[in-house]
């Protein structure tokens, strides 16, 4: 369990490092900074807490599930669609500034999220919990890119 645990660590937060290289200036940039933002959005702080919590977790799951998922197969081609998405979406909004493929991104990973997390309840049942925080999150996350698209 530790060594899976450590290996899903490393690819979630090497997928993370990847997409904060990729957004350039990102939260402080004068381009998001002015932007008419939801009035739910949450202060910058947030999303670097929120973030590392959401990797933790998933980990936990993703380590807990490696070892019951009969399919390996399609859960692995899950996890990369999964990272891809994520990393993605960063350069995506932030660099190319193109909030419209950064809502179609955002809610894509939000299904394949919710889908990993219906799929493997069965496998995982109370361990799903580990996934909760990521799908919450992306529910938000899309809902504050769903906003900047409309009122931008």
């Avoid at 990102?26 to 670097?48: E, H, R």
């Avoid at 660099?95 to 995982?124: D, K, M």
Wanted: charged share 5%; with cysteine; net charge positive.
């Amino acid at each position: 369990m530790i060594v899976r645990l450590i290996i899903f660590i490393i690819i979630n937060f090497g997928a993370l490092a990847i997409g904060s290289f990729f957004t350039g200036k990102g939260v402080p940039s004068d381009w998001y900074t002015d932007l008419i933002k939801a009035p739910w959005t949450p202060p910058g702080w947030v999303f670097g807490f929120a973030w590392t919590t959401i990797m933790i977790c998933f980990s936990i799951y993703m380590a807990y599930l490696w070892p019951v998922a009969e399919n390996k197969n399609l859960l692995i081609t899950l996890f990369i669609i999964q990272l891809i998405l994520n990393v993605g979406w960063n350069p995506t909004f932030f660099y190319y500034h193109n909030i419209l493929a950064g809502i179609v991104i955002i809610s894509a990973l939000t299904i394949l999220v919710g889908f990993l997390l219906l799929l493997y309840w069965p496998e995982q049942k109370m361990k799903t919990v580990f996934i909760l925080p990521y799908f919450i999150w992306l529910l938000i996350a899309t809902s504050l890119n769903g906003y900047i698209l409309l009122k931008n």
